[in-house]
């Protein structure tokens, strides 16, 4: 089994930055992606920030230029900067990790895994 654990989040005003933390931790052979997605009340789940599979990064139109997304490989944690905030920034974000383990039963396999979410308000 994987947890992600995410921490940082908090109340912001807005034009303010905070740092989000997701640590990924458990039975991990190999982390294929990771990101940030984020959800608002009474709105649908979306991407903010990922590093994929190949080891690039994808950003929604709406973090480019505020937003960026860092990593520790030897930490498996992933971090979300986020400058210049806005009230619309305001949301749970979850971390998600597309996770690599091996079993005496299965062998290796994969699965996705979510964190609890960490709340994000931004608000004067």
């Known amino acids: 089994q994987v947890q992600l654990v995410e921490s940082g989040g908090g109340l912001v005003q807005p034009g303010g930055s905070l740092r989000l933390s997701c640590a990924a931790s458990?039975?991990?052979?190999?982390?294929?992606?990771m990101g940030w997605y984020r959800q608002a009340p009474g709105k649908q789940r979306e991407l903010v920030a990922e590093?994929?599979?190949?080891?690039?990064?994808n950003y929604a139109d709406s973090a480019k230029g505020r937003f960026t997304i860092s990593r520790d490989n030897a930490k498996n944690t992933v971090y979300l900067q986020m400058n210049s905030l806005k009230t619309e920034d305001t949301a749970v974000y979850l971390c998600?990790?597309?996770?690599?383990?091996?079993?005496?039963?299965?062998?290796?396999?994969?699965?996705?895994?979510w964190g609890q979410g960490t709340q994000v308000t931004v608000s004067s």
């Open positions: 458990g039975n991990i052979v190999r982390i294929n992606a």
């Open positions: 590093f994929t599979s190949g080891g690039s990064t």
């Open positions: 998600n990790a597309d996770v690599q383990s091996d079993s005496s039963t299965y062998g290796v396999y994969r699965n996705h895994y």
